[in-house]
C-alpha cells in the first residue's frame, strides 16, 4: 500500500509528500532518478487515491482491471521517449524528457481526468492527484502537488503547446513551415494544407475520430492538385506531404480545445511512402507522435493503391499495421476490378469520397454501385465528403458503415 506523509512546505506550490514503495522495484527507479530530469521538473507522479477510495471493499477485485487500463492509457498517449513505472496499488511515475515542467504536468493532469472519468464518471479530484517528483530514493519519492490553475494558465496562453484534452508532446515533426510551401522536383512551388474533418459511425451515429483531410495546392496558381497529379510527383515529393500534412494536423489539434481528444486520428499514407526502410521509419516515427493525440489510437489511410500488385500492398498494410490499429485502403474511384484485387490485402474497410454535385438520383446510382463493390472486399465502408446527413443515411441503407458529412 501507498501511504502519504506530509513535511514542512518548501518553495513551489504546496508541501512535500512522500510516498513509499512497493517492495521489489528499486532498481527499476534508477531511470527516474537522473538530478538533471528531476530538477527540470520532468518527472511527475499520477495517485490514484481517489479511485481506489471509491472503490472501498471492491477494491481487490478491481485493482487488476484498473492497472491493466491505466498502464494500456499510458502505453498509448506517452511520446516516443516518455516512460512510465507502477510504483505501488496507487502510484505511478511518468517521465517525458522531451518536455518541460508545465507541459508534464499538463499531460499527467489530462491523462488523470481521462482515467477518473473512465472509472468514477468525473474528473473533479485529478487536480489534487498529480505531483512534482523532487527526489527519488530506494526507500520512497518525495514529490509536491502540482498548482493546477497555473498549468491551465499556461495552456491559455497564445501559442501554448499542448491545447486542453490533448495529451501530446511538443512536435517532434519540427513546425509547419519546414514542410511547406516548398518546391517540388518539377520545379513547381506547393502548398500543403491539412483539414480534420470528423467520421461518424453511421449505425449509432457516434463520432469515431478525425480524418486528416490533406490538399496540395500549386502556389502560384492557387488550383488544387488532383489525385492524378498527385500519383504522378516523385515519391520524395509524396512522402513531403504526408509528413506536412501530418504536421498540419497535429498543429491544429493542439491549438483546437477540446474537452478531450479524439477517439481515432485517420491519417493518410502514401503507398510510396512505405516503400523504402528510410521513408518508412520516417512515418512510423510521425505516427508514434500521433499516437498521443488520439484517446484509441490511429488509423492508417493507405493511398495511391490503384494497381499495385495484391503481394506488395499485403507487405505495406503488414509493415503499417503495427502502429495502427487498423489499415484502411483508399479509392480515388471504387471499380469492381479494384475492389476484387483489394479482398486479401489485409485492409479492415474501403474509403473513398463522394464526388462533387451529385444529387438525387446521380448520387443514388453513385453510391448504390460503389459500396456494393467495396463490399465485395471489406466490410466496412467509409464515405467522405458527403454533402448532407441525409445522404449520408441513405449510403448507410445501401451498407455504407462510416461517413463524414461536409464539403
Partial sequence: ??????????????????????????AALEQFASPEVL????????AMDAVVERFGARWPMRREQVHEH????????????????????TDIL???????????????????????????GTSELAEVGVHEVLRVSSTGVEARPVDARAVEAAEDEPGAVGGKGLSAPDSLLGPVAVWTPFVAANGRKLEIDCTLDPVIELKGRA?????????????????DFSAAELERLSRTDRLRIDLGAMAQGLKALRETRRAAPPPTL???????????????????????????????????ELRDIEGVPLATLQAAASMIAPSSLFVVGHLTECTRAEARMLKDAGFRALSTECPPNLDGAAFLGWAKQTI????QATRSVLIYRLPSLQQAMIAAALGATHAHVGG
Fill in 266 to 300: 485517420i491519417l493518410p499514407v502514401s503507398f510510396s511512402s512505405l516503400s523504402t526502410l528510410d521513408d518508412r521509419a520516417r512515418i512510423v516515427s510521425a505516427f508514434q507522435e500521433a499516437r498521443g493525440y488520439a484517446r484509441q489510437g490511429l488509423i492508417c
Fill in 70 to 89: 491505466v498502464e494500456a492509457v499510458l502505453d498509448r498517449h506517452l511520446g516516443a521517449q516518455g516512460y512510465h513505472l507502477r510504483i505501488s496499488e
Fill in 1 to 26: 500500500m501507498t501511504a502519504a506523509r506530509r513535511t514542512a512546505p518548501e518553495e513551489g506550490h504546496g508541501p512535500r509528500v512522500a510516498r513509499l514503495l512497493s517492495p521489489g522495484i528499486e
Fill in 94 to 120: 511518468v517521465c517525458q524528457p522531451e518536455l518541460g515542467r508545465l507541459a508534464s504536468q499538463a499531460f499527467c493532469l489530462r491523462l488523470l481526468r481521462d482515467i477518473l472519468s473512465h472509472f468514477l
Fill in 39 to 46: 530538477r527540470a521538473g520532468k518527472v511527475n507522479l499520477i
Fill in 207 to 223: 463520432t469515431i475520430g478525425l480524418r486528416f483531410r490533406r490538399s496540395v495546392t500549386d502556389a502560384a496558381t492557387g488550383r
Fill in 372 to 375: 456494393l463493390t467495396a463490399k
